[in-house]
């Protein structure tokens, strides 16, 4: 039987990238899988016919990460379609780039709302449908513990608050037998930094391995951390990058 048998998965931001890759594996293994969406509702529909060709279960939600109330109805859409809620993957992202200088108040607040407010309400949210054996995983960045380049404050801001709140959330929901941990990707092959784009062979220097990660791989960590392998592992910060921030 597969190792996620019976388990449901709320995937946020899966319409495309990391967020697709992370759908289709805990798919793959066994997990009926909801994914929320903005505007991509194109992506995501492949991506739920791609998990039912291999006979899944899923289903897109459109939600705005930056909308709470939305945030809220997508985690209680997928209990409620499934059956329950085990695995929630706060995934959805924007990657602003700019110098300090040049970021307006607004772009602050639209990014600290879909990186951290949305990710504290999903899981909030989750929490009330889950019960020991739940599991919570973020997707940081790597950007979180080191910046090599200028123009990511506000990335990196906003994705570094993930591991405070993951280790403050492991303490509160570990008693319950609940896991909440942090996966923070390196420079990742998806259409948000694609290993041809501009400023590819910059990150590629820096990355020990010499070449960008996939999505596939990223998607593989969390499934470790949503899947029977992950039952003692809480409060981490897994970085997958290569060794760049080695």
């Keep these: 039987m597969p190792e996620l048998a019976g388990r449901v998965a709320l995937v946020t931001g899966g319409s495309r990238g990391i967020g697709a890759a992370v759908a289709v594996r805990l798919a793959e293994l066994g997990a009926d899988v909801a994914i929320t969406y903005v505007t991509a509702k194109d992506h995501a529909d492949e991506v739920v016919e791609r998990i039912a060709d291999h006979g899944g279960r899923a ?51 639209r990014t600290l709302a879909i990186h951290a407010r949305a990710t504290y309400v999903a899981s ?3 929490l009330r ?37 993951t ?49 596939t791989d990223i998607a593989n960590t969390v499934a470790f951390l949503a899947g029977p392998g992950g039952r003692f592992v809480n409060g981490a910060s897994i970085t997958v990058d290569g060794g760049t921030n080695a």
Excluded at 64 to 88: C, K, N, P, Q
């Design 59 to 109: 289903v897109a939600i459109e939600a705005d990460s930056t909308d709470a109330d939305a945030v809220v109805r997508s985690v209680d859409r997928t209990a409620a379609e499934f059956g329950g809620l085990h695995i929630l993957v706060n995934n959805a992202g924007v990657f602003p780039f700019g110098l300090i200088d040049d970021t307006p108040l607004a772009e602050v607040d």
């Design 129 to 165: 449908h889950m019960s020991a054996g739940g599991r919570i995983v973020s997707i940081g960045s790597n950007l979180a513990e080191h910046v090599p380049f200028p123009g990511v404050a506000l990335y990196a801001m906003t994705k570094s608050a993930l591991t405070g709140f």
């Design 124 to 126: 909030q949210a989750a």
């Design 167 to 215: 280790k403050g959330l492991a303490r509160d929901v570990g008693p319950r037998g609940i896991t909440a941990n942090v996966v923070h990707p390196g420079s990742t092959d998806t259409d948000m930094n694609p290993a041809d784009g501009d400023g590819a062979d910059g990150q590629r220097a820096l990355i020990p391995l010499g070449h960008y990660g996939e999505a």
